[in-house]
T-cell receptor, first 111, second 116 residues
Framework: DAKTTQPPSMDCAEGRAANLPCNHS???????VYWYRQIHSQGPQYIIH???NNETNEMASLIITEDRKSSTLILPHATLRDTAVYYC????????????FGKGTRLHILP | EAGVAQSPRYKIIEKRQSVAFWCNPI?????LYWYQQILGQGPKLLIQ????????DSQLPKDRFSAERLKGVDSTLKIQPAKLEDSAVYLC??????????????FGPGTRLTVL
């Protein structure tokens, strides 16, 4: 079973920041928080991951609470192309292990 | 760099028929995965290969599903005979060993199977 809890769906206005929450209260010390997204009719796509420090790349920012029990993925200026299912996953980094996906959050970007 | 290729993209068959899916991973990626994604759910691993050897097939329904990766490059997944509950998207992913973002799993577009 997935070790994370996410809201089933969220709406965000185009051009605004989309903040997607994730709870992972049972995360282990060596597990990272990963985010993937899946646009309709495509395979999942890696977005970002982090251990305990906040991370930013060209796609998004990841904010992890100090106790590591929750995190937030931030899309700073959401566009219609960001409409997708977003999966929050906890796993050990740099391993061949399978990814255990939950149901994710379906993000709708509204024009 | 070319992505993970899968074919066909769509397939419709009747129950009890056979079907095969093909995957060509990214060049140089030693690890290959097949996932099944039922509508409304996240992908679930069916089988994982390291080169041409099976690493994990614990969730593969072996009475009807089979997969091979004979030369350690491309792979085929077969269902024989198909059941209604096999209707799903079948995703192939690959990964190169090592550390870094470039070594995450990359997914293909999937094959959508409909069993009537």
């Amino acid at each position: 079973d997935a070790k994370t809890t996410q809201p089933p769906s969220m709406d965000c206005a185009e051009g605004r920041a989309a903040n997607l929450p994730c709870n992972h209260s049972t995360i282990s010390g060596n597990e990272y928080v990963y985010w993937y997204r899946q646009i309709h009719s495509q395979g999942p796509q890696y977005i970002i991951h982090g251990l305990k420090n906040n991370e930013t790349n060209e796609m998004a920012s990841l904010i992890i609470t100090e106790d590591r029990k929750s995190s937030t993925l931030i899309l700073p200026h959401a566009t219609l192309r960001d409409t997708a299912v977003y999966y929050c996953i906890v796993r050990v980094a740099n391993r061949d292990d399978k990814i255990i996906f939950g149901k994710g959050t379906r993000l709708h970007i509204l024009p | 760099e070319a992505g993970v290729a899968q074919s066909p993209r769509y397939k419709i068959i009747e129950k009890r028929q056979s079907v095969a899916f093909w995957c060509n991973p990214i060049s140089g990626h030693a690890t290959l995965y097949w996932y099944q994604q039922i509508l409304g759910q996240g992908p679930k691993l069916l089988i994982q290969f390291q080169n041409n050897g099976v690493v994990d097939d614990s969730q593969l329904p072996k009475d009807r599903f089979s997969a091979e990766r004979l030369k350690g490059v491309d792979s085929t997944l077969k269902i024989q005979p198909a059941k209604l509950e096999d209707s799903a998207v079948y995703l192939c992913a690959s990964r190169r060993k090592g550390i870094g973002v470039d070594n995450e799993q990359f997914f293909g577009p999937g094959t959508r199977l409909t069993v009537l």
